[in-house]
């Protein structure tokens, strides 16, 4: 290694080659300014500037890419580790990044560093081995099915889950040579190439499925097959089986008979039949957004019928606000249920197949404490009261429903499988006490089901023919076919998808999969327990943000609750785009950045929301060559294309002897990389006239700037490179339209907050700002809330329901710098 000294003329492609990229990706590099510059002070500060080996070279390449900008200052730290090989893995240099933008300076500690980074872990061949054997074992039957057609990357991902700082080589090693152990030879069959299902046209945004309120076709470059063909049609759901796995645990699947079956085939006709199903005690975020995609896209997609069924089961959490939101929400995403239903609907229907239960031996009345409950769960032990008589049961139960025993006293539990493996067969409580009024059955009932008792019997009553749920919930799918085949009822087909976690919300999941590792790695069970705590601490954080204020309620901009969304003039039809674009898998593991959204935000509005011009920043400038009352009108476009004589895509702008531009659109002192104005330099006034700077009027201070001379060229000889927006006074002495502008951000600093032990230290104050008093071209003055506009080098913004007469407020939606459709993820 060795550092060249003050080289100027110091080539970028030869040093690129020499740390060990190929050309192709070296070139890329090259052409991409931002990247050259990071890579090379990366070289440089790694001390490698005549060469590394291709593996540390391909690591200082993700270093120089993906390293977050917020703790540059831990860099040199991490360039070091890399150089000595002491992080040698892709992974190892993932948890550098997550590590490294989640700590401070004052908090940076080097142990706990490499702890996070499996310095110094050595994971021998042996326990490479050991994984990759277990994980053969468990997909054994798929593989022997696919042979030479399975996806390798699917079994590296299962290793590396389990051994995170694996060597990626030995892995391949390893995985290729057991495939040949288990498989032999390759043979002609294993080469053939399978008919493909027909591609569906190109889905560009919303291309005819999804579109909702949008006037133009939104264009995407996200191109990918039917997403909904990955589910059955409804008669492979009839296929009679008994048990497959999933993961590394059996699950019951569906066993219907011939009479049930066809009862349900009457009652559907064969439509494919799915469920919304939200609980109403809290307002629909984008994580809802996915599950509607999902079950409404599919019921749409095939044909068929999705309810929009409340899961409210809880009383005391919800609330007719919560009912009517969602119904709206709903409705806004552009989704049309085919009924909207309850729960509390079937309360009737439920408790009577509670009494069956009882009946039929599989439930019992228990008066276990919920500590109690909870330690016998643990050391997987039957309650005392599990084998009382079934007379007895039915007689405390029917106590229960006519408010004879006081609440907590008495729960009813399904009589399931205390030694099971799956936490979620430990004998479930169908039913508990509460003196509450419901708000939609009222107050006829003082006992209420639990969702693990009421979400699959509701699901059997609708006939649905696919239960569709997140993949936190795949270890009940035990327990819900149980409870069907105890009864004798017809059983729906379950499919579990990836739920959506997007960067920079308090939506992450990764720490609670950190705390469920260190606490229970053995447990087969604890994806459920994590998903759930997650999700009550997620509602727990949104609370706390909109009750203590740090935020303006539920429909706050900077939330991504949909109601603020839509507020902060996000459409249906892009967040549709990119739940579409995202797909639908049971891949678990990954973050969806935030700015492939503002991607599909911009993909659309850059061509439904016409341009118009905002100055946020007013400075003044005089243009001395043209008379106070000689004000004329220029034509300003609303689309970029407009054709000429096209009246509908033109507005007028006056232009007069004052007009405003930018603050930042003026320097004292010029240069060649800018193209604003500066004191002799000349710009273009967009649709107007050239302008050139004569003169600078200073404040008091003698060095603010509060009014710029200058004078116009009306024949548009010169051709000046900078082009600014502006506003101009209507008439000599009024003012420009004075607008409000509000300028969001992200709610967070950090990818994940929720990572953080103090998360709300990590909130961005720079999240919202307001300017109270822009200016705009007065063609704004007739905007309603929700109309939306593209200002000009601005971004998007949309009129804000705090509008009123003589006072527009807008909303920025989105900026126009867009990162992740030229390389981000």
């Given amino acids: 290694m060795g550092v060249k000294d003050g080289n100027a003329e110091e080539n970028p492609l030869d040093l690129f080659l020499k740390i060990g990229l190929d050309e192709r990706t070296a070139r890329n590099t090259i052409a991409n300014t931002k990247v050259t510059n990071n890579l090379t002070a990366v070289i440089h500060e790694a001390n490698v500037t005549s060469g590394c080996n291709r593996t540390i070279g391909n690591l200082l390449y993700s270093v120089a890419t993906k390293f977050p900008a917020n703790a540059l200052v831990h860099r040199p730290v991490l360039l070091q580790y890399v150089v000595s090989s002491k992080i040698k893995t892709p992974a190892q240099l993932e948890a550098a990044f997550s590590f490294f933008s989640n700590t401070g300076l004052e908090n940076f500690k080097l142990n706990e560093f490499e702890e996070a980074c499996g310095i110094g872990v050595d994971v021998s061949t042996e326990d490479i081995q050991h994984t990759v054997n277990e994980i053969f074992e468990e997909k054994k039957n798929s593989i022997l099915e696919q042979r030479y057609r399975t996806n390798v990357g699917d079994l590296f991902g299962h290793v590396r889950k389990r051994q995170p700082w694996a060597d990626p080589k030995i892995v391949k090693q390893l995985i290729d040579a057991k495939l040949y152990k288990l498989l032999g030879e390759r043979t002609a069959a294993d080469d053939e190439k399978l008919s493909k299902k027909k591609k569906e046209k190109s889905v560009k945004v919303e291309a005819q499925s999804v579109a909702v309120n949008a006037s133009t076709p939104v264009q995407s470059s996200e191109e990918e097959l039917n997403p909904f063909l990955i589910f059955p049609q409804p008669e492979e759901n009839f296929k009679v089986h008994t048990e497959i796995f999933f993961s590394d645990r059996p699950v019951l699947r569906v066993c219907n008979s011939k009479e049930m079956l066809d009862k349900h085939l009457k009652a559907t006709g064969g439509k494919v039949f799915t469920r919304f199903p939200p609980e109403p005690n809290g307002y629909l975020h984008i994580g809802h957004a996915k599950a509607m995609f999902v079950s409404f896209g599919l019921a749409k997609e095939r044909d068929g019928c999705c309810y929009l069924r409340y899961d409210d089961t809880n009383p005391e959490a919800e609330k007719k606000e919560y009912i009517d939101h969602i119904e709206e929400i709903v409705q806004w995403m552009g989704w049309k249920p085919f009924k909207i239903t309850y729960t509390s609907d079937y309360f009737q229907d439920l408790y009577d197949l509670a009494v069956e239960l009882i009946r039929r031996g599989h439930a019992y009345v ?254 003044k400038v005089v243009i001395t060559n043209l008379e106070a009352d000689s004000a004329m009108a220029v034509d300003a476009k609303k689309w970029p294309d407009a054709q000429v004589g096209d009246a509908s895509a033109i507005y007028k702008v006056p232009f007069s002897k004052v007009v405003y531009i930018e603050t930042t659109d003026f320097r004292m002192k010029d240069s060649k990389d800018y193209y604003g104005l500066a004191p002799g330099k000349t710009v273009l006034l967009r649709y107007a006239f050239p302008i050139k700077c004569t003169e600078v009027i200073h404040g008091d201070d003698n060095e603010s700037v509060v009014e710029i001379r200058a004078e116009y060229d009306p024949h548009k000889k010169t051709k000046p490179k900078g082009v600014l927006h502006w506003v101009a006074e209507p008439s000599p002495g009024v003012e420009p339209l004075k607008v409000e502008v509000r300028l969001f951000d992200k709610l967070f600093l950090s990818e994940n907050p929720a990572e953080l032990d103090d998360w709300l230290a990590d909130l961005n104050p720079q999240s919202k700002v307001v300017i109270p008093e822009a200016y705009a071209v007065s063609s704004l003055k007739n905007a309603i809330a929700g109309d939306r506009f593209q200002f000009e080098r601005l971004g998007y913004f949309v009129a804000d329901k705090d509008s009123k007469s003589g006072k527009l407020v807008f909303n920025r939606t989105v900026t126009l710098r867009d990162s992740y459709g030229k390389g981000g993820k």
């Fill in 366 to 619: 228990d008066h276990q404490t919920p500590e109690e409950i909870k330690e016998y769960r643990e050391k997987k032990m039957n309650s005392p009261w599990r084998d009382r008589p079934v007379a007895e049961s039915l007689k405390l139960f029917d106590e229960m429903r006519r408010g004879m025993i006081e609440e907590g006293k008495a729960t009813l539990r399904m009589k399931q499988d205390m030694q099971s493996d799956n936490f979620n067969m430990y004998d479930l409580i169908a039913y508990r006490i509460k003196f509450t009024p419901h708000p939609h059955a009222g107050d006829k009932w003082c006992i209420y089901p639990s969702y693990d008792y009421a979400h699959c019997i509701v699901d059997s009553l609708e006939n649905i023919t696919h239960s569709l749920c997140t993949l936190e919930f795949e270890t009940r799918r035990a327990s819900y076919y149980w409870l069907l085949h105890a009864l004798g009822i017809y059983q729906p087909y379950v499919w579990e998808y990836s739920r959506l976690n997007v960067t920079n919300t308090v939506m992450s999941k990764r720490k609670v999969k950190q705390y469920s590792q260190c606490f229970c790695r053995s447990l087969k069970f604890k994806p459920v327990l994590c998903s759930l705590i997650f999700d009550y601490v997620v509602l727990l954080q949104l609370n706390r943000l909109v009750t203590e204020k740090w935020v303006d309620g539920w429909d706050d901009p900077r939330l991504m609750t949909l109601a603020g969304l839509r507020r902060r003039g996000v459409t249906p039809t892009s967040i549709n785009a990119f739940v579409r674009g995202i797909g639908i898998t049971r891949s678990d593991c990954s973050m969806i950045r935030l700015d492939r959204l503002e991607y599909h935000i911009r993909e659309e509005l850059n061509k439904t929301a016409p341009r118009t011009m905002v100055v946020i920043h007013p400075l």
